[in-house]
Each structure stands twice: as C-alpha cells, then as structure tokens.
C-alpha cells in the first residue's frame, strides 16, 4: 500500500505540472499569510509576508528569525514542507533570505530565497526577490533554475493600502518543460478597521488557471493574541489561525481545509531579535 502511494504521487508530479503543486504543493509559507489565504498582499507583516509580496518588508524595523514546518498536508507526510527565513533591517530598507525544503524521497523541491524591500517614498513600497528552484526526481536527474518576484505596496490613506505582485516575472522553468514554476500576478487591498486588525482582499491569476479571489480578516483582541481567518475561490478552501505574543517570541498555528483533500495544519514561530 505505500509503495503504491509512493508511485501515486510520483506521477501526479511529473505529469501534471503546476496545476498539482498549486492544489498539493504548500509554495508559500507563513501561518499569518496562509490563515487569512494569502489576502494580505497589500499589509505590511513578518518576515514570511515576504513570499507573499516582497514589497511587505519594506517597512519592517524588526530584525527576525522564522521556522515554518507543514508536517503532512492532507494526512500526507510526503508533502511535507519547511522553511527558515531571516530579515535584517538596514537603514535604506530591508533584506531577507530564506530556504525552503518540500517533498519525498522520490520527488524533492529546494529553494533559497533573497529579498529586497525598499521604500520608494512615504506612499509607495518596493520589493524584489531572487529565489533559485532546484527540484531532484529519482532516476531522473535534478535541474536549478532562478525565478524573480517583484511587488509594491501602495499607501494613498492612513488606513488603506493597495498592493500589485509579479511572481515569475522571468518566466523560469524546469529543464525543456513549460510552466514548471508557476508564473502569476495579484492585485489587492487592505483595510485597518482597528489598530493593527485588518480586512484584506485580493486576486490571483496564474497563467492557465481559473482567477482566485481571497479575503481575509485578523482582529487583535488582546495585545499579545491575534486571531485570523480567510476563504479562497480556487482552490475552494477555508483557513484559520492564532498568533500568540509573548516576550521575544510570536508562536504561530493555522490550518486550511480543501474540499477534495481534507484538513492542512501549519506551525510557526518568529523570534524578534532586536530585544535580545
């Protein structure tokens, strides 16, 4: 029975591309960002806000380590996905770098991340990242190739903040396959109803794929507890989660549900290091 799984999977990821990683894959990282389905391209965030839109670290003063682990998506621990990330505040913007680890045995994806996010002027805010891609398939050799992201954020009212995402604006891939990285673009909006909660709203088009509308909500009802949540168009799925501040440390859970594919759950933690 798991030898049969194994091939299962081996399969669907080599024959059906990035509509499958879209659906299977955990691609973006952060339980913030995934609680409220990766809406809050348009706020300004933690370190892992940054594969949302690089743009989000602009504004960042707070120098950062982030450890994000996905143990078994969908009950299936040969999806497993982790990331380690580090932001560094300079006085000009902000850099970040981050790795990433996601598959099996017979299927791995490896990434490093390098971003740099730059105030332009006090309404608009830049960011641009460089991630190299590797993926390794068991007795089918492995492949490197480099993808870049870029964003910006927008901020023509105190409360109100617009946003815009390229990712794969290189229009990278695997080897002589098309589309193998997936190449997308976002537009969004978020709205501070309250000090530090927001209601964000965004859409994702992916080359091939049917728009995503997301919106999410995060309501910070105690200093040092923020509750969020959010639901997508494509995939159809719900998520949810709590960040919990204590001391240096900001520990993170959400989970997601797709209705074909069951339940996902997410754990994080960032320590902010300017207070050690």
Do not use: W
């Amino acid at each position: 029975m798991l030898k049969d799984r194994y091939i299962l999977l081996f399969f669907l990821m080599i024959f059906s591309g990035s509509n499958l990683f879209n659906i299977l894959g955990q691609t973006n990282p952060g339980c913030r960002q995934i609680a409220s389905a990766h809406s809050g391209i348009a706020c300004f965030g933690d370190l892992f806000s940054g594969f949302n839109n690089p743009a989000s670290l602009a504004s960042n003063k707070e120098r950062q380590l982030g450890f994000f682990y996905s143990p078994a998506p969908y009950g299936l621990k040969e999806l497993s996905n982790a990331f380690a990330a580090y932001s560094e505040p300079l006085h000009f913007g902000n850099i970040a770098f981050a790795l990433k680890t996601y598959g099996f045995e017979l299927y791995r994806e490896n990434a490093f991340n390098a971003t740099l996010s730059l105030p332009l002027n006090e309404f608009i805010y830049s960011g641009i990242s460089l991630q190299i891609n590797s993926v390794s398939i068991r007795n089918y050799g492995s492949d490197l190739s480099p993808s870049i992201n870029a964003g910006l954020i927008l901020t023509p009212l105190p409360d109100l903040d617009f946003a815009i995402v390229f990712k794969n604006i290189s229009k990278s891939t695997y080897g002589n396959y098309k589309d193998q990285i997936p190449f997308s673009y976002s537009a969004g909006a978020a709205y501070e109803y309250y000090p530090n909660s927001f209601l964000c709203f965004s859409l994702e088009k992916e080359m091939y794929l049917p728009l995503s509308f997301r919106t999410g909500l995060n309501y910070k009802i105690l200093e040092y507890i923020e509750l969020l949540s959010g639901i997508m168009s494509y995939p159809d799925s719900y998520s949810a989660g709590i960040t919990i501040m204590y001391s240096i440390f900001q520990v993170q859970y959400s989970f997601y549900t797709i209705t074909e594919l069951g339940l996902t759950h997410q754990l994080g933690i960032i320590i902010l290091l300017n207070d050690i």
